[in-house]
Structure formats: structure tokens, C-alpha cells
Nanobody
Framework: VQLQASGGGLVQAGGSLRLSCIASGFTLDHYIIGWFRQAPGKEREGISCISSSGGSSYYARSVKGRFTISRDDAKRSVYLEMNSLKPEDTAVYYC?????????????????????WGQGTLVTVSS
């Protein structure tokens, strides 16, 4: 099980980025995918996750209304569309996968819930 996150970069405040998480070695069926971020000197924070069916998605309060998670199982990909970016969104963003059929935010917001992780992609938002 391997995950590859990409799409990070430097953007001005108010701008947008789209992160991608591509799976290799397995299909995404039955896996939930979570996005986390870690800013310098801070703990890893769960920001969004999506159910295996794609029918349910969850967001941290800090990104709700600005970020959108989606998945395309045929492409083995999960996306995080980030709009209205703020300097405080600056962090390394990680995607993670866990095989399970049922989730809630209390579960998927915790990094310990996920077994498989991508390598991270850096997002820098300038003011």
C-alpha cells in the first residue's frame, strides 16, 4: 500500500490549490482517505476525510467551507481542493488510508486511526 501526495506549492493568501493523493499497489475500494497537515512546531492535524463510498465527508472547523475532499476510485485518487487559502494553512499536507467500511469524524480526525501514509507535500501561503 503506497500513497503519493502532490500538488503543493507557494500561493498567495486568497488563492487556491488542489492536492492529489494517488494510490499504488491497491485499489481504493473499502478504504477511507484522510488529509492531515503539520505546521512547523505543531502537532499533525486532521483536516478532512472521505468515506469509502464517497458519500460522506468530514472537515475540521478550521477548513470547513474552504476545502473540499473528493475521490475518483477509477483513478485511484483522492483530491483536496483548497480555496481562500490563509497563511495559517501553511503546512506539510499528508494523505492517509485505512481499510474500513464505516467512519465518523472522531475516528478519521485521529492520525493513529490510519495505517498507510503518503510522504507529504508542502503548501506555503504568503500574506
Amino acid at each position: 500500500v503506497q500513497l503519493q501526495a502532490s500538488g503543493g506549492g507557494l500561493v498567495q493568501a486568497g488563492g487556491s490549490l488542489r492536492l492529489s493523493c494517488i494510490a499504488s499497489g491497491f485499489t481504493l475500494d473499502h478504504y477511507i482517505i484522510g488529509w492531515f497537515r503539520q505546521a512547523p512546531g505543531k502537532e499533525r492535524e486532521g483536516i478532512s476525510c472521505i468515506s469509502s463510498s464517497g458519500g460522506s465527508s468530514y472537515y475540521a472547523r478550521s477548513v470547513k467551507g474552504r476545502f473540499t475532499i473528493s475521490r475518483d476510485d477509477a483513478k485511484r485518487s483522492v483530491y483536496l481542493e483548497m480555496n481562500s487559502l490563509k497563511p495559517e494553512d501553511t503546512a506539510v499536507y499528508y494523505c492517509a488510508a485505512q481499510e474500513t467500511l464505516w467512519i465518523n469524524w472522531a475516528m478519521c480526525s485521529q492520525s493513529g486511526f490510519f495505517r498507510s501514509w503518503g510522504q507529504g507535500t508542502l503548501v506555503t501561503v504568503s500574506s
